[in-house]
Structure formats: structure tokens, C-alpha cells
């Protein structure tokens, strides 16, 4: 025994790559620093707090630099380099991106909604729940085990139940947050039956092992595991905000104050959708003749309901322009479903992955541009009802004119030639695939959106009810309206860019 025990040592060491976990690592760093900091600085250097929070996310941005030159895996089984928990390929990069960026516009919008509201939120608790959020959204599309992947998924959510509800003593902040709280407990507790499932099928935990056998499960067992792999997919399209499970969207989003609205739209969805090509593409691809239709499905219902759930809002007395932009969320979800869906007919199934991360930058970018627009006018009209937006160009020429560029690059329309591109992109993918009644489906919806979404954009244009109201904008909120500006802008004249980008996330 004393002779195996040097080796049997030494094979449970690991051997950590601290640069391939730099992005996420840095953030939680950060998150813990900024909690420290908060106990001892005084009242009058609490915006300090959010500035560093700034800082913290652009270095783990910045921190993925280096990971360009190739594929790097790290927390690895004894023995199987291919069975690693934590790998930053290109995917991976590709994701952090996103998510470390959106989380990046989303801490600008909240460094002016922190001043604007006089101590109604508390900064410190505020910045170490967004980055810790950030934190699990940027692990997560480095998982490759599902052990990790749930973990990941929780630590991206449990934050943001107390982001949503942190305005003390509002209501609508408390029921928000308890909504979302509980439904995603709910799909939580599903997801973790479907992966002691899938374990007990296959013996396994990691992606790549777990595609090798599941082919191979004993025919007792199959019904097992085929429950496990639809079981699985519950949580991550709750994040996504798929239907049947988006019902918490529109309340959460009008109860949580607007900057994490934004940080949900994006980053939530990078979230979601990243967990379900994990799980769809790497672990389970032998199980595509279940998920690939289900999905198919799903992908319809969500962009159909979110759409015409948008429609109705026309009818409701408070027509409220951030319950339009939830329900318009739950519309591009079915978007993003649908090439995770082709992907399950396709015989290349990356390309179709490299489609839906094109269409998620696309979106990224002019949501959060949407949201800091609607930032800007929240702080003259808490409200933020749609009416509020009529004769903003009066007040605010060029955010009216940058508003109207995000809600026709949503719309597909020029000049917002990217969203055009990548509505281009998504149908291709669902036609390529043998997905023609999903293609016509989209086509509908595309004209379904098109009557909400132009409607909004001459309201901007129309003469004001009484004098414009034309208020200082804050340097923080300037930032981020100018970035996603000039990335929109920058994306139609060369939507190429995009396309190069997220072919490579592919595996």
C-alpha cells in the first residue's frame, strides 16, 4: 500500500490554469472587494463603489485577450484530458464576451441609477450581487460537466432574485422578485432531476462522456435517460424565458429597477441559451429526435406569445415602455431558440450554434441601447410609459435618433442592417435544416413585431403635448448609449464582422 500511495497522491492533484479562469475568477474578486470596501468607506465615497465595479468588469473583458491563441482546459479528470470541467475554447470566449460586456453597459446604466436614487438602493450590496451574478454567467459557458453547469447556473441566478427585490419598502420590487424567485427554484429543482437521471444512465457527469454513452444505454435504461435529457433543458429555457416558462419576465422586469432589467434581457438570455447548446450540441447529440423537435416547438410558442403579448400592451392603460421591452424579450428568445432547434436536423450543428450567437451580439448590443435610452427618459418620467417617449427628438435629438436605430435593428429594418442581417441569418439556419414551417412562422412574427416596433419610432417624432423637458445626461449613461450606439452603427456597415465572430464559437 505504501508504494501506490505516492501515485495515487499525485493523481489527485490538480493542476489549476489561472489564466484560463482569469474572466470569471477576476469578477468574483472583484465582487468580494467592492463587499469589503463597502463596510469601511464613507457615505461620501460610495460612488467610488461603482466606478471599481466599472473597472473590475473591464479587465475581465480584457483578461480574454490572451486566451485567443488556442483551446485551454483546466479541473480535468485523472488520466482523460478530454473529460475537463472548466474549457475555454473559442465558444467560450465568444460567450464571456457577451456576458462580461453586457454586464459592463449594464453597471454604466446603474452607476447613474444609484445617484439618481438618493439611498433608495444600497451600492455595496447592489455591486457585490451584479458582479457575483456577472461571475456565474461568465463561468458557465466554460462548463463542461453538468455538475458545473447547475452550480454556474445558480450563482448567474440566486444574485439576481435580490437584485430584482433590493428596493426596500416597494411592492411591486418584493412580488417581482419572489415570482422569479419561486418559478426558477421550480425549474431549478426539475433540472437537477433530469441530471441524476442522465448520471444514473450513464455514470457520468461530464459533456463528452456523457455523448459517448448515452448511445450506449442499456435499453432498460433509455426511458431514464430520455426524461433526463428533456428534464435537463427546463432550467436553461426558463433563463432563456422560453415558453411556457416566461411568465415572470414582464413583472420582474417593470419591479426591478431598470439597469437589471437590462442585465436580465442580455445577460439572463446569454445564460440560457449558452446552457442549452452545452447540453443539446456537446452532451446530448445522439437525442436529437427529442430535443430538436422540442425545441422547434418551443422556439414557435415563444416568439408568437412574446410578440403578441407585446401587441396587447397597446390596449392597457399604463402602456409601459420596459413591460413592452420584457415582452419583446420573450419574442427574441423564440429567435434564439430556433438555430439550437435546426441544429438538432442539421448535419453540422456548429453552424447553426454560430447562428444563434450572431443573432445574441446582435441583440445584446440594441437592447441594452433600448434600455439606456429608456434610462434617460425614466429619469424625467418615472413612469416610463410609451406616451412619455412622444416628441423625444425635440428634447433629445440624437437619443430619439439612436432609440429609433435599436427599435428597427429589432424590428429588421434599414438602416438597422444588422438586425436585418441576423433575422437573414436565423431563417437560413431553420430552412437549411428542413425547418420551413418554423421559417414561416418566423415570418410572421417578423410582421407581428414590425407594427409595435414602428409605432414606438414615430412616436419619437411627433410634436411634444407641451414643452420639451431637456435635462443634463449624465457622463455614465453618455458611455453607454454612446458604445451601443456606435457598435450598432458599426455592425450594419459591416455585419460581416458578426458573422466572422461567432463562426468562431464554434466547438
Given at each position: 500500500?505504501?508504494?501506490?500511495?505516492?501515485?495515487?497522491?499525485?493523481?489527485?492533484?490538480?493542476?489549476?490554469?489561472?489564466?484560463?479562469?482569469?474572466?470569471?475568477?477576476?469578477?468574483?474578486?472583484?465582487?468580494?472587494?467592492?463587499?469589503?470596501?463597502?463596510?469601511?468607506?464613507?457615505?461620501?465615497?460610495?460612488?467610488?463603489?461603482?466606478?471599481?465595479?466599472?473597472?473590475?468588469?473591464?479587465a475581465s473583458a480584457l483578461m480574454l485577450l490572451p486566451l485567443?491563441?488556442?483551446?485551454?482546459?483546466?479541473?480535468?479528470?485523472?488520466?482523460?484530458?478530454?473529460?475537463?470541467?472548466?474549457?475555454?475554447?473559442?465558444?467560450?470566449?465568444?460567450i464571456q464576451f457577451l456576458v462580461l460586456g453586457g454586464a459592463?453597459?449594464?453597471?454604466?446604466?446603474?452607476?447613474?441609477?444609484?445617484?439618481?436614487?438618493?439611498?433608495?438602493?444600497?451600492?455595496?450590496?447592489?455591486?457585490?450581487?451584479?458582479?457575483?451574478?456577472?461571475?456565474?454567467?461568465?463561468?458557465?459557458?466554460?462548463?463542461?460537466?453538468?455538475?458545473?453547469?447547475?452550480?454556474?447556473?445558480?450563482?448567474?441566478?440566486?444574485?439576481?432574485?435580490?437584485?430584482?427585490?433590493?428596493?426596500?419598502?416597494?411592492?411591486?420590487?418584493?412580488?417581482?422578485?419572489?415570482?422569479?424567485?419561486?418559478?426558477?427554484?421550480?425549474?431549478?429543482?426539475?433540472?437537477?432531476?433530469?441530471?441524476?437521471?442522465?448520471?444514473?444512465?450513464?455514470?457520468?457527469?461530464?459533456?463528452?462522456?456523457?455523448?459517448?454513452?448515452?448511445?450506449?444505454?442499456?435499453?432498460?435504461?433509455?426511458?431514464?435517460?430520455?426524461?433526463?435529457?428533456?428534464?435537463?433543458?427546463?432550467?436553461?429555457?426558463?433563463?432563456?424565458?422560453?415558453?411556457?416558462?416566461?411568465?415572470?419576465?414582464?413583472?420582474?422586469?417593470?419591479?426591478?429597477?431598470?439597469?437589471?432589467?437590462?442585465?436580465?434581457?442580455?445577460?439572463?438570455?446569454?445564460?440560457?441559451?449558452?446552457?442549452?447548446?452545452?447540453?443539446?450540441?456537446?452532451?446530448?447529440?445522439?437525442?436529437?429526435?427529442?430535443?430538436?423537435?422540442?425545441?422547434?416547438?418551443?422556439?414557435?410558442?415563444?416568439?408568437?406569445?412574446?410578440?403578441?403579448?407585446?401587441?396587447?400592451?397597446?390596449?392597457?392603460?399604463?402602456?409601459?415602455?420596459?413591460?413592452?421591452?420584457?415582452?419583446?424579450?420573450?419574442?427574441?428568445?423564440?429567435?434564439?431558440?430556433?438555430?439550437?432547434?435546426?441544429?438538432?436536423?442539421?448535419?453540422?450543428?456548429?453552424?447553426?450554434?454560430?447562428?444563434?450567437?450572431?443573432?445574441?451580439?446582435?441583440?445584446?448590443?440594441?437592447?441594452?441601447?433600448?434600455?439606456?435610452?429608456?434610462?434617460?427618459?425614466?429619469?424625467?418620467?418615472?413612469?416610463?410609459?410609451?406616451?412619455?417617449?412622444?416628441?423625444?427628438?425635440?428634447?433629445?435629438?440624437?437619443?430619439?435618433?439612436?432609440?429609433?436605430?435599436?427599435?428597427?435593428?429589432?424590428?429588421?429594418?434599414?438602416?438597422?442592417?444588422?438586425?436585418?442581417?441576423?433575422?437573414?441569418?436565423?431563417?437560413?439556419?431553420?430552412?437549411?435544416?428542413?425547418?420551413?414551417?418554423?421559417?414561416?412562422?418566423?415570418?410572421?412574427?417578423?410582421?407581428?413585431?414590425?407594427?409595435?416596433?414602428?409605432?414606438?419610432?414615430?412616436?419619437?417624432?411627433?410634436?411634444?403635448?407641451?414643452?420639451?423637458?431637456?435635462?443634463?445626461?449624465?457622463?455614465?449613461?453618455?458611455?453607454?448609449?454612446?458604445?451601443?450606439?456606435?457598435?450598432?452603427?458599426?455592425?450594419?456597415?459591416?455585419?460581416?464582422?458578426?458573422?466572422?465572430?461567432?463562426?468562431?464559437?464554434?466547438?
Amino acid at each position: 500500500m505504501s508504494a501506490l500511495a505516492p501515485p495515487l497522491a499525485a493523481s489527485a492533484v490538480q493542476s489549476v490554469d489561472w489564466l484560463a479562469v482569469a474572466p470569471p475568477a477576476l469578477t468574483a474578486v472583484t465582487a468580494l472587494a467592492v463587499l469589503v470596501a463597502d463596510l469601511f468607506a464613507p457615505e461620501r465615497r460610495k460612488p467610488l463603489l461603482g466606478w471599481t465595479a466599472v473597472a473590475g468588469l473591464a479587465a475581465s473583458a480584457l483578461m480574454l485577450l490572451p486566451l485567443l491563441d488556442g483551446r485551454r482546459s483546466t479541473f480535468c479528470a485523472a488520466g482523460r484530458p478530454d473529460a475537463c470541467s472548466y474549457t475555454a475554447d473559442h465558444f467560450t470566449l465568444v460567450i464571456q464576451f457577451l456576458v462580461l460586456g453586457g454586464a459592463l453597459l449594464a453597471a454604466l446604466l446603474s452607476v447613474t441609477a444609484l445617484k439618481d436614487a438618493r439611498g433608495g438602493l444600497p451600492e455595496g450590496e447592489y455591486w457585490f450581487l451584479l458582479l457575483s451574478s456577472a461571475a456565474g454567467a461568465a463561468l458557465l459557458p466554460a462548463s463542461r460537466d453538468l455538475a458545473t453547469l447547475i452550480v454556474a447556473l445558480e450563482v448567474a441566478s440566486l444574485p439576481a432574485f435580490a437584485l430584482v427585490g433590493l428596493r426596500h419598502g416597494d411592492r411591486r420590487s418584493s412580488d417581482a422578485a419572489l415570482k422569479f424567485f419561486l418559478s426558477s427554484v421550480t425549474a431549478t429543482a426539475v433540472s437537477l432531476m433530469g441530471v441524476s437521471f442522465v448520471y444514473a444512465s450513464t455514470g457520468t457527469l461530464y459533456l463528452t462522456q456523457i455523448a459517448g454513452r448515452l448511445p450506449h444505454v442499456d435499453g432498460q435504461l433509455h426511458t431514464l435517460a430520455q426524461t433526463g435529457v428533456v428534464l435537463t433543458l427546463v432550467g436553461f429555457a426558463f433563463k432563456l424565458a422560453a415558453v411556457p416558462f416566461h411568465f415572470w419576465v414582464p413583472d420582474t422586469y417593470v419591479g426591478a429597477p431598470l439597469p437589471v432589467a437590462a442585465y436580465l434581457s442580455v445577460v439572463g438570455k446569454a445564460v440560457g441559451f449558452t446552457g442549452l447548446i452545452l447540453v443539446t450540441v456537446v452532451a446530448f447529440p445522439s437525442y436529437a429526435d427529442v430535443w430538436g423537435p422540442a425545441l422547434a416547438v418551443l422556439a414557435a410558442l415563444t416568439m408568437t406569445v412574446g410578440n403578441v403579448g407585446a401587441l396587447r400592451q397597446r390596449g392597457t392603460r399604463a402602456y409601459s415602455a420596459v413591460r413592452l421591452l420584457a415582452w419583446s424579450s420573450v419574442g427574441q428568445a423564440g429567435y434564439l431558440l430556433a438555430p439550437i432547434a435546426a441544429a438538432g436536423y442539421a448535419e453540422h450543428p456548429q453552424r447553426a450554434v454560430g447562428s444563434t450567437v450572431a443573432y445574441a451580439l446582435m441583440y445584446a448590443a440594441v437592447n441594452l441601447g433600448a434600455f439606456a435610452v429608456a434610462a434617460l427618459v425614466g429619469r424625467a418620467r418615472p413612469g416610463n410609459r410609451v406616451a412619455d417617449y412622444r416628441g423625444l427628438y425635440a428634447a433629445h435629438p440624437l437619443a430619439a435618433l439612436l432609440l429609433a436605430f435599436f427599435l428597427l435593428c429589432l424590428a429588421g429594418l434599414p438602416p438597422g442592417v444588422i438586425g436585418l442581417f441576423a433575422k437573414v441569418t436565423v431563417f437560413s439556419a431553420a430552412v437549411d435544416a428542413g425547418l420551413g414551417w418554423l421559417a414561416a412562422v418566423m415570418a410572421v412574427n417578423v410582421v407581428i413585431a414590425l407594427f409595435y416596433y414602428l409605432q414606438w419610432t414615430a412616436l419619437l417624432f411627433r410634436a411634444p403635448e407641451g414643452e420639451p423637458v431637456r435635462r443634463r445626461v449624465p457622463a455614465p449613461l453618455t458611455a453607454a448609449l454612446t458604445l451601443t450606439g456606435l457598435l450598432g452603427v458599426a455592425l450594419s456597415g459591416a455585419p460581416q464582422l458578426v458573422l466572422r465572430f461567432a463562426a468562431s464559437a464554434l466547438f
